[in-house]
């Protein structure tokens, strides 16, 4: 089978010559090459131009046999066009200078079209396609889920507690309902702009909303996801992400995707067992520090408990450790390929 080939089929939950694998945050701060890029253009000017986002996101396949390739590009853009501040901070990370706080402020967020909101990654998605036709491979385009994007817009960058955004949604629950409207709008949108351009297949991140309660999930957020998963589920392969959710597993996957994407805090038979759908994950990323005598064991696991059974792709739990040395990945992914369930 072709890296493309198999990881289709293992996304449906059919049978595979090997288990595919891909990296999540492949294309990022661990790659040599991508850091020499960035130290010539910033994230934004990354973002910004095709030609160099295509470069991206073909850099992790000159060094692993990986069977698919994630566009460069990141989940908070979209935000931009809608009318927030947002900047990358050289060694801190993203910061939304005018965050949500109001709901006004809600109701003068713009809805834009992808090609305003996301032209970029769309012709950057066009310029790789071809590339990764020729050489077999699958590519996945990406959007952040409304929960995750929420936190986002509404904490100004990253938080540990996510109160704030726990504080709107419990006191304006008419706004937070018209504020995940907007967001499920764009993004589904933006989705199907990515189909449109030529991905094989999209995966949703839901990165933090494992900071919620199953309650609190349901009420809040599933019936979002579920409007955004059910639009594209029909034109596209989906892949549904998030970490931390796995006491409520079986209401994430309930919200939709045809695969679900798990941290390492599961056993990943046990995931799968509850979600009843083919799985992706689920090795810890900071298991890629270790020497291999004892990353081994830990990839070995993650096979073992699949137990060849179809509708695996292996995967990190969350995304690979700026600080993660390249041989380690090298060697996972010829283990993962050379794996034989006896
Ligand atoms: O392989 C790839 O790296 C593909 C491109 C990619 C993806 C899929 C980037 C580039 N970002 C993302 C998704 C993304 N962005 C997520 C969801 C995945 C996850 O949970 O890891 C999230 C939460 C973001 C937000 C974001 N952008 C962060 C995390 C901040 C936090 O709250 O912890 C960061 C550090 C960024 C910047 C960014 N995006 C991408 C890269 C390579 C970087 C680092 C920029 C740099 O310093 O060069």
């Avoid at 990654?121 to 385009?141: F, S």
């Amino acid at each position: 089978m072709t890296g493309r080939e198999r990881f289709l089929a293992a996304c449906r939950g059919k049978a595979v010559d090997c288990t595919p694998i891909w990296i999540m945050r492949q294309a990022g701060r661990y790659l040599p090459e991508y850091r020499a890029l960035r130290s010539r253009h910033s994230m934004e000017t990354a973002l910004r131009t095709p030609a160099i986002a295509a470069e991206i996101t073909l850099l992790p396949l000159k060094h692993f046999s990986l069977d698919a390739a994630i566009i460069f590009s990141d989940i908070l853009p979209p935000l931009t066009a809608m009318g927030l501040d947002l900047a990358f901070v050289p060694g801190h990370g993203p910061r939304i200078d005018n965050p949500l706080q109001t709901p006004k402020a809600i109701d003068l967020l713009g809805v834009p079209p992808a090609e305003e909101a996301m032209g970029p990654t769309l012709e950057a998605i066009k310029i790789v396609r071809p590339e990764l036709d020729a050489r077999n491979l699958a590519l996945i385009g990406f959007a952040g889920a409304p929960f995750t994007m929420a936190s986002y817009a509404i904490e100004g960058g990253s938080t540990r507690t996510f109160a704030r955004t726990k504080a709107f949604m419990y006191s304006e629950p008419a706004a937070w309902d018209r504020l995940m409207v907007k967001l499920s709008g764009v993004t589904i949108d933006y989705l199907k702009a990515q189909v449109a351009a030529g991905v094989d297949c999209v995966q949703l991140f839901d990165s933090w909303v494992g900071a919620l309660s199953r309650y609190d999930y349901k009420r809040y957020v599933k019936p979002y996801s579920h409007r955004v998963l059910s639009a594209i589920e029909d034109s596209t392969l989906v892949i549904h992400f998030s970490t931390n959710t796995g006491t409520y597993l079986d209401a994430v996957a309930a919200a939709g995707g045809h695969m679900i994407g798990v941290d390492w805090r599961i056993p990943i038979d046990e995931a799968r067992a509850r979600v009843k759908k083919p799985v992706m994950g689920n090795l810890d990323p900071s298991t890629l520090l270790a020497p291999w005598r004892e990353l081994m064991p830990h990839a070995q696991e993650v096979m073992q408990r699949i137990g060849g059974q179809p509708g695996h792709v292996f995967n990190l739990g969350h995304g690979i450790l700026p600080e993660t040395p390249i041989k380690n990945v090298q060697r996972l992914v010829d283990y993962v390929h050379n794996y034989c369930h006896g």
